[in-house]
Structure formats: structure tokens, C-alpha cells
């Protein structure tokens, strides 16, 4: 039976669709962009991901007690317009032929720090707009919108790209924004912001309260560990990926949107099986066994090579971890806030998020060293060797043993 969340969510799930499908249009344009236009190295295209993510995590850190205390829906929509103009700007500097590496680092830094501060507004909303019970199914329905976005975006896009450049689909992408901002806006009832504190300045331990609260939860501290070491050495070796098919292999852009769009049809189907294989095996059992499957397969990234082959290779190895990726992220993101108080819950998102982003960081710059000391192929090879110990951090129990923690207050400003 299908389970009705209502309108409101509805208008939430079709804003997060909108922006998805137009970032995932626009994938791949920055590093073509780099590597094709501003004639970037390996190096250099690692370091643009790294310090987008690291300055953008810096400068969102201070940001999670800023939206745990302000009502949600206007902090998405800022959000989604500071997104527009940092992404608009691109096209536009493209156009004029005033497009450099500099710029593109800024707009990642801006788009990035806006990207944290929606996901905290957005993951508080939603544990205020849903029961608990359905956590599951809404997080399952993003996370297949997500998958399926990912699926029609990057052919999508390559073809654009190789029609008409890039300028096309990074407008795409700042358009979506504009229509993400429209949906949260049609939402009506209430809204949710934690209870004001008598002091209004900033405290260092208001900065520290989302790590805390993860590292006190044993289930919560398991769940960070892998999930960030996982992010971190998947998305380590995503710009040498590109570096290696587009400027080792010279992948047509057609091919390279085909390499990533073809595989996330199977995260798509795996978000749509995950709440029922939780129904039939128990939530534990499900997360454990896709938590160790998503770490085995990148490791046969290390046998792609040039050609129809390389491009099937990477087809099946991305489509079976994404699949299995499909199944265990929408489980770990409802047992994420199902743990977490809803007046904490900006914060554990935000110190969430920028541990994340912070790590990738750093990862991406490790391995566009061991690149250039080595070659793009021999670093993806590494992560993918490192990412077989990472399932020994996921809980090794989430049963109702390990209860939810209660609100330590009234976080609703008002009911729908």
C-alpha cells in the first residue's frame, strides 16, 4: 500500500527534485570545463573539488546553530537563490570570456557552503513534516528521486555539452534553483525552529554540540565514521575518474554522462526496494549486508581501460555499488534522525556534513598527489582497496535496544 505524506511533502519532494535534476544535468561541466577550457591538470581539478568542499565546510560550520534556531522553509529558499546567483555567474563569465579557475573555485566554495546550510534546513523540515514511521518511505522516495535524476542527467547534459558547451547546462542548473525556491514557497502550515537560548552570541560549544551528540550515541558514531570514510574515499577518486576518461581515454562527453548516468537506474530501483527488503529482513540485517556489498565493488574501477570495454566496465562496477548504495543510504538516513531530537537535529546534520565535506576534501588532495606521483588509474586503485576495511565500522546492532533519544524540548513553532 502506498503511503500518503501529504501535500506539503509533496511540494518538498518536487523542490528537491527540480534542483537535483538540474544539478545532475550540469554534472561534469565544471571538470570539462577545467580540463577542456581552462586546461586544467589532474592536480588542479582534485584540488578545485578540495577546496570548494574544505572552505565551504569551514565557513558552514558556524551555520548549524544559525539554522537550528530560525524557522526552516526561509533558510531553504536563501539557500536555493544564493545557489542561482553563484551558478548563473558561470555561463555569464563564460559568455563574455571572462571565465577562470579562480572564479569556478568561488562559485564551489558558495554553492557548497549553501548546499550544508539547505541540507541541515531541509533533513530538520523533514523530521517535522513526517511521522516517524514514514521517515523510511520519504527518505526511500528521495533517495530514488536522487538516483533517478542521476540516471537521465549526465546523458542528458553530456549531449548538451557537446551540442552547445557548457554555458547551456550550467543555466539549467541555476534555473533549477529558482523552481527549488518556488516549491519550498507553495508549502503552507507550520514551520519548525529550536527554542531561542537567553544568550545571542555564538558560543564555541554551540559549534561543537552536533559532534557531541553523534560521539555520545553509539549507534550514531558508527553510522558517522563509515558513512564520511566511505563519502570521502568514493569522492576521492571521482576527479581522477574524470581525469582519466576524459583526458587519458578522451571518453566523448556523450560517453562520459553515459559512464555515470546508465548505473545510477540501479540506485533508482535499489531506493525503491530498500523499505521492503527492510519489511521482509529487519532494518539491521539489510543496512549490514548493502553497507559491506557498496565497498567491495569500486575496486573493479581498477580494470577500466580505453574504449567500449573501460566504458562497460565502469557501467557495471558504478551500477552495482550505486544499486547497492540505493538500498543502505535512505536506511542510515531515517536511522540518523529517528536518533536525533528534532531540536538537535540541524546541528548533527551540519557537523554531519561538513566532517563529510571537510574529509573529502583532504582525500581528494592526498590522492591528486599520489596521482601525479603515480597515475589516476593507480590512485583509484588504492581507494578502492582502502574502502574493503570500512564496513567493520558500521553498528553491529540498531534494534530497539538502542532507543530513540528524547527532545529535550518544544521545537515546534507552530503545528500544520
Same mark, same amino acid.
Given at each position: 500500500?502506498?503511503?500518503?505524506?501529504?501535500?506539503?511533502?509533496?511540494?518538498?519532494?518536487?523542490?528537491?527534485?527540480?534542483?537535483?535534476?538540474?544539478?545532475?544535468?550540469?554534472?561534469?561541466?565544471?571538470?570539462?570545463? %577545467?580540463?577542456?577550457?581552462?586546461?586544467?591538470?589532474?592536480?588542479?581539478?582534485?584540488?578545485?573539488?578540495? *577546496?570548494?568542499?574544505?572552505? %565551504? *565546510? &569551514?565557513?558552514?560550520?558556524?551555520?548549524?546553530?544559525?539554522?537550528?534556531?530560525?524557522?526552516?522553509?526561509?533558510?531553504?529558499?536563501?539557500?536555493?537563490?544564493?545557489?542561482?546567483?553563484?551558478?548563473?555567474?558561470?555561463?555569464?563569465?563564460? !559568455?563574455?570570456?571572462?571565465?577562470?579557475?579562480?572564479?569556478?573555485?568561488?562559485?564551489?566554495? !558558495?554553492?557548497?557552503?549553501?548546499?550544508?546550510?539547505?541540507?541541515? %534546513?531541509?533533513?530538520?523540515?523533514?523530521?517535522?513534516?513526517?511521522?516517524?514511521?514514514?521517515?523510511?518511505?520519504?527518505?526511500?522516495?528521495?533517495?530514488?528521486?536522487?538516483? %533517478? *535524476?542521476?540516471? !537521465?542527467?549526465?546523458?542528458?547534459?553530456?549531449?548538451?555539452?557537446?551540442?552547445?558547451?557548457?554555458?547551456?547546462?550550467?543555466?539549467?542548473?541555476?534555473?533549477?534553483?529558482?523552481?527549488?525556491?518556488?516549491?519550498?514557497?507553495?508549502?503552507?502550515?507550520?514551520?519548525?525552529?529550536?527554542?531561542?537560548?537567553?544568550?545571542?552570541?555564538?558560543?564555541?560549544?554551540?559549534?561543537?554540540?552536533?559532534?557531541?551528540?553523534?560521539?555520545?550515541?553509539?549507534?550514531?558514531?558508527?553510522?558517522?565514521?563509515?558513512?564520511?570514510?566511505?563519502?570521502?574515499?568514493?569522492?576521492?577518486?571521482?576527479?581522477?575518474?574524470?581525469?582519466?576518461?576524459?583526458?587519458?581515454?578522451?571518453?566523448?562527453?556523450?560517453?562520459?554522462?553515459? &559512464?555515470?548516468?546508465?548505473?545510477?537506474?540501479?540506485?533508482?530501483?535499489?531506493?525503491?526496494?530498500?523499505?521492503?527488503?527492510?519489511?521482509?529482513?529487519?532494518?539491521?540485517?539489510?543496512?549490514?549486508?548493502?553497507?559491506?556489498?557498496?565497498?567491495?565493488?569500486?575496486?573493479?574501477?581498477?580494470?577500466?581501460?580505453?574504449?567500449?570495454?573501460?566504458?562497460?566496465?565502469?557501467?557495471?562496477?558504478?551500477?552495482?555499488?550505486?544499486?547497492?548504495?540505493?538500498?543502505?543510504?535512505?536506511?542510515?538516513?531515517?536511522?540518523?534522525?529517528?536518533?536525533?531530537?528534532?531540536?538537535?537535529?540541524?546541528?548533527?546534520?551540519?557537523?554531519?556534513?561538513?566532517?563529510?565535506?571537510?574529509?573529502?576534501?583532504?582525500?581528494?588532495?592526498?590522492?591528486?598527489?599520489?596521482?601525479?606521483?603515480?597515475?589516476?588509474?593507480?590512485?583509484?586503485?588504492?581507494?578502492?582497496?582502502?574502502?574493503?576495511?570500512?564496513?567493520?565500522?558500521?553498528?553491529?546492532?540498531?534494534?530497539?535496544?538502542?532507543?530513540?533519544? &528524547?527532545?529535550?524540548?518544544?521545537?515546534?513553532?507552530?503545528?500544520?
Amino acid at each position: 500500500m502506498r503511503v500518503q505524506l501529504g501535500r506539503s511533502f509533496g511540494w518538498l519532494w518536487s523542490a528537491y527534485a527540480v534542483s537535483t535534476y538540474g544539478t545532475w544535468i550540469a554534472f561534469g561541466a565544471f571538470p570539462l570545463i %577545467a580540463v577542456r577550457v581552462l586546461h586544467s591538470s589532474a592536480f588542479a581539478v582534485s584540488l578545485l573539488e578540495a *577546496a570548494g568542499l574544505a572552505v %565551504a *565546510a &569551514a565557513v558552514a560550520l558556524s551555520l548549524g546553530p544559525w539554522v537550528e534556531h530560525r524557522a526552516k522553509r526561509p533558510v531553504m529558499i536563501a539557500m536555493d537563490l544564493i545557489r542561482f546567483v553563484a551558478m548563473a555567474s558561470v555561463p555569464i563569465a563564460y !559568455v563574455l570570456d571572462l571565465l577562470s579557475y579562480g572564479q569556478l573555485l568561488v562559485v564551489s566554495v !558558495v554553492s557548497g557552503t549553501a548546499n550544508i546550510a539547505f541540507g541541515a %534546513a531541509s533533513g530538520a523540515y523533514l523530521k517535522y513534516l513526517v511521522r516517524g514511521d514514514h521517515l523510511l518511505v520519504a527518505n526511500g522516495r528521495f533517495e530514488g528521486t536522487s538516483w %533517478a *535524476a542521476t540516471a !537521465v542527467g549526465p546523458p542528458l547534459g553530456g549531449a548538451l555539452i557537446g551540442l552547445v558547451g557548457p554555458v547551456v547546462t550550467v543555466m539549467a542548473d541555476a534555473l533549477s534553483y529558482l523552481l527549488s525556491a518556488l516549491g519550498v514557497l507553495r508549502i503552507r502550515g507550520g514551520d519548525v525552529a529550536a527554542p531561542r537560548e537567553r544568550a545571542t552570541r555564538l558560543r564555541g560549544s554551540d559549534l561543537l554540540a552536533g559532534w557531541r551528540f553523534i560521539l555520545r550515541d553509539r549507534v550514531l558514531r558508527r553510522l558517522f565514521l563509515n558513512s564520511i570514510l566511505v563519502s570521502g574515499l568514493i569522492m576521492a577518486a571521482l576527479p581522477l575518474l574524470s581525469v582519466l576518461l576524459l583526458g587519458q581515454y578522451h571518453f566523448p562527453a556523450w560517453q562520459y554522462g553515459l &559512464a555515470f548516468g546508465v548505473p545510477a537506474l540501479g540506485g533508482f530501483v535499489g531506493a525503491r526496494l530498500s523499505a521492503r527488503l527492510v519489511t521482509r529482513y529487519g532494518r539491521r540485517r539489510v543496512m549490514t549486508v548493502s553497507g559491506w556489498l557498496r565497498s567491495l565493488f569500486p575496486l573493479g574501477l581498477a580494470f577500466v581501460q580505453p574504449g567500449i570495454p573501460g566504458l562497460l566496465t565502469v557501467i557495471l562496477v558504478e551500477g552495482l555499488l550505486i544499486t547497492c548504495m540505493g538500498v543502505f543510504n535512505p536506511i542510515y538516513a531515517t536511522e540518523r534522525l529517528q536518533r536525533t531530537p528534532a531540536d538537535h537535529a540541524a546541528r548533527v546534520l551540519t557537523a554531519w556534513s561538513v566532517s563529510s565535506k571537510l574529509l573529502q576534501a583532504a582525500l581528494m588532495v592526498i590522492w591528486g598527489v599520489l596521482a601525479t606521483l603515480t597515475s589516476p588509474l593507480a590512485a583509484i586503485t588504492m581507494s578502492g582497496v582502502l574502502l574493503l576495511a570500512t564496513p567493520l565500522l558500521l553498528p553491529k546492532r540498531t534494534d530497539s535496544s538502542d532507543p530513540e533519544p &528524547a527532545a529535550s524540548g518544544n521545537v515546534l513553532a507552530s503545528h500544520s
